[in-house]
């Protein structure tokens, strides 16, 4: 018995001794060397919880003061609004059929406004006479589509296909020869009445540049957001 007791004093000394938390059979452990893993994880833990990482937060917060980036300036005055009346009908169940008219309120006048599209491939259909035709943009890659045209004559009973390779448009200049992307969009506001938007957002040269000072710019400009419709779209 008196030996039993003698071994655990033992143990217990140990772990004291050694002050890391293991439990006094793991004795044996101290003065190993640690794994590969377990340095890692030490390290990792240092960043996140010590000293370390404010350390690092800082250092970022005072290089990102010498970054300039690229801000962003506004123009929201529409050059153009429309009231825009549309009716829209599915002739023979498999195309879609659209007719209205556009008001535009600055001279007063009307412009009278169709389109005509298959449900199948979403073809543009065109009738001029007694030629009706489907036209068709499909795209190869990312810089060019195929143009296809398909026709028939019912009155001198001819057939017409034909197709072409054209470029994808890309970005477009903008104000000052600066890159543009320009697009359109209509937004619900019920089920009768939607507001489109066309704008142009203009994008800041790509460019890095570093002064003597040691600042450093990302981008020569700013982006700029030019509002130039502004529509209203009513479905009767």
Excluded at 56 to 69: F, G, I, Q, R, S
Excluded at 70 to 81: A, F, H, K, S, V
Excluded at 168 to 184: A, M
């Amino acid at each position: 018995m008196k030996t039993f007791i003698a071994v655990g004093l033992l143990l217990l000394c140990c772990s004291t001794a050694r002050g890391d938390g293991h439990p006094p059979w793991q004795f044996w452990k101290n003065g190993q060397e640690k794994t590969p893993t377990e340095k890692v994880t030490d390290a990792a833990k240092r960043v996140v919880y010590g000293d370390e990482a404010q350390g690092l937060w800082t250092t970022l917060k005072e290089k990102a003061k010498d970054v300039e980036t690229p801000g962003i300036r506004w123009d929201l005055n529409p050059q153009r609004t429309v009231l825009k009346l549309r009716k829209r009908f599915s002739p023979l169940g498999l195309t879609k059929l659209c007719v209205g008219a556009d008001f535009d309120p600055r001279d007063r006048s009307w412009k009278l406004q169709t389109s005509w599209v298959d449900r199948i491939i979403g073809g543009d259909i065109n009738l001029q006479g007694t030629e009706v035709s489907v036209t068709k943009d499909f795209a190869l890659d990312t810089r060019s589509s195929l143009w296809l045209r398909t026709a028939y004559d019912w009155k001198t009973k001819k057939s017409l296909i034909g197709f072409k390779l054209k470029p994808i448009q890309g970005l477009s200049q903008g104000p000052g020869d600066t890159p543009s992307l320009y697009f359109r969009k209509p937004f619900s506001i019920n089920d009768n009445l939607k507001i489109e938007i066309g704008a142009a957002l203009g994008l800041p040269e790509a460019a890095y540049t570093m002064g003597s000072d040691g600042k450093m710019s990302l981008g020569v400009g700013d982006f700029f957001v030019d509002l130039s419709d502004l529509n209203l779209i009513l479905e009767i």
